[in-house]
């Protein structure tokens, strides 16, 4: 594994002399899905701002891809094109009149050409699903609107880290779900992601890696259930437990369910506490990749599939699914909630773009094999063959 970004002995006094890091140490692997978690005033934040190069340390040293990081401006603007920040509040972040604009001031500092830039532009709307979003004024744009503008403008610049404080504060529960897919789907396609919570049960289930911290230091960092499986550290960090967590906990206090290591998440507490599969029959996960048809062809495969339940997994299936008029019966944590029809019998069916197929068979497999049930997933490579 390839460390991406690291801090050594890593010192922060800000000018009125508060020290909000101490002696932090910590390395962090390239491609993967990192939370920082802690208390208000924990050091979160000023960490972040160290990782692209807005502050500087007092003491010790960063280090990107193995290179302690320089602080010229030559050197400032390459580190922030390759480690992008999305500040907490959007409204800090977008200033320009319109959203177009916005996107395009990060390519356009990097000296891009202004096709070039048009063209960063054009992708990255895309891909945060504001196609179209062009003209209109950001500070018009509903909260979630807003942070998808200022992801797209990092995104322009192609960046290799996205650092986003505090993601989903302020966002409503389905505007959240939505944010945290994307960043899922941007991970899939190689980014390293590093974000601050103090939604445990979020840092809980996307995380890889969850780091920490308190009082300007680094107090414990690993998996999900490493962290969060100690309810005293949390509890002294003034965090709470994860509502799995907690509720694992109960029950294996009263000796319902017993496990080395609390559940990862809904799908892995029902296994725990029924049986593990159903012997009779299970349900199919059919997946259409959107990249490959047209509007009338996904109607015609969602009339043909005998599927009961529908999802849509990212930004082009979710705009396919709207051009159509299709109604999702899920548009996030797709994968899970389709196994866990599928354990009781029901065929879903998942739409999804190119990138995003090998990773939800791979998912689909996985909790096969873990599980004992035999959930079928049949990719439709070309969702047309399926009519012929
Ligand atoms: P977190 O993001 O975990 O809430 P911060 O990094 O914002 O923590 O803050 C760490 C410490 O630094 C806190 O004690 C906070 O009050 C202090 N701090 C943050 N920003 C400033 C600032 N601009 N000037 C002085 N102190 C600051």
């Keep these: 594994m390839t460390t991406i970004l690291e801090t050594r002995s890593l010192c922060y006094s ?3 002399g508060t020290k909000a890091l101490k002696d932090v140490c910590i390395s962090l692997q390239e491609g993967k899905k990192v939370a920082l978690v802690g208390p208000n005033g924990a050091g979160k934040s000023t960490l972040m701002l160290m990782f692209n190069g807005i502050l500087r340390p007092s003491e010790g040293e960063v280090l990107f891809r193995g290179r302690p990081m320089s602080y010229d401006a030559a050197s400032l603007r390459s580190i922030r094109r390759a480690v992008g920040m999305v500040f907490q509040n959007s409204d800090d972040q977008l200033f ?13 500092n990097l000296g891009y050409a202004a096709e070039k830039v048009s063209r960063y532009v054009g992708f990255a709307l895309q891909y945060v699903g504001l196609s179209g979003y062009e003209r209109r004024p950001p500070h018009h744009l509903s909260g979630g609107e ?3 503008v200022a992801i797209a403008g990092i995104l322009a610049m192609e960046p290799d880290v996205m650092i986003l404080d505090e993601p989903t504060s302020n966002l409503d529960p389905a505007s959240s779900e939505e944010i945290m897919e994307m960043l899922d789907e941007l991970n899939y396609g190689g980014k390293t992601l590093i974000i601050s919570t103090h939604d445990v049960d979020l840092a809980y289930r996307w995380a890889d890696e969850v780091i920490l911290m308190k009082e300007g230091s680094v107090v414990r960092r690993g998996t999900g259930q490493e962290v969060f499986g100690d309810a005293e550290l949390i509890k002294g960090a003034r965090l709470k437990l994860p509502l799995v967590v907690e509720l694992y906990q109960e029950l294996a206090g009263r000796g319902i369910a017993q496990r080395s290591a609390p559940p990862k998440n809904i799908l892995e507490l029902c296994d725990l506490l029924g049986p593990k599969s159903r012997t009779e029959e299970w349900g199919r996960i059919y997946i259409c990749n959107v990249d490959e048809v047209d509007e009338k062809q996904v109607v015609e495969v969602l009339q043909t599939i005998p599927a009961g339940f529908r ?6 299936a979710k705009a396919m699914a709207e051009r159509c008029g299709i109604s999702m019966d899920f548009t996030y944590g797709v994968i899970d909630k389709c196994i866990l029809k599928a354990l009781l019998g029901k065929n879903c069916i998942i739409m999804t773009s190119g990138g995003m197929v090998d990773h939800i068979i791979q998912r689909i497999r996985d909790y096969g094999q873990e599980s004992g049930a035999r959930i079928e997933a049949i990719s439709l490579l070309k969702c047309t063959e399926i009519l012929k």
């Design 14 to 16: 800000y000018g009125d």
């Design 96 to 108: 320009a009149p319109t959203v177009f604009q916005d996107v395009a001031f990060g390519p356009t």
């Design 146 to 148: 807003k942070k998808r």
């Design 311 to 316: 999802g849509a997994m990212g930004n082009s």
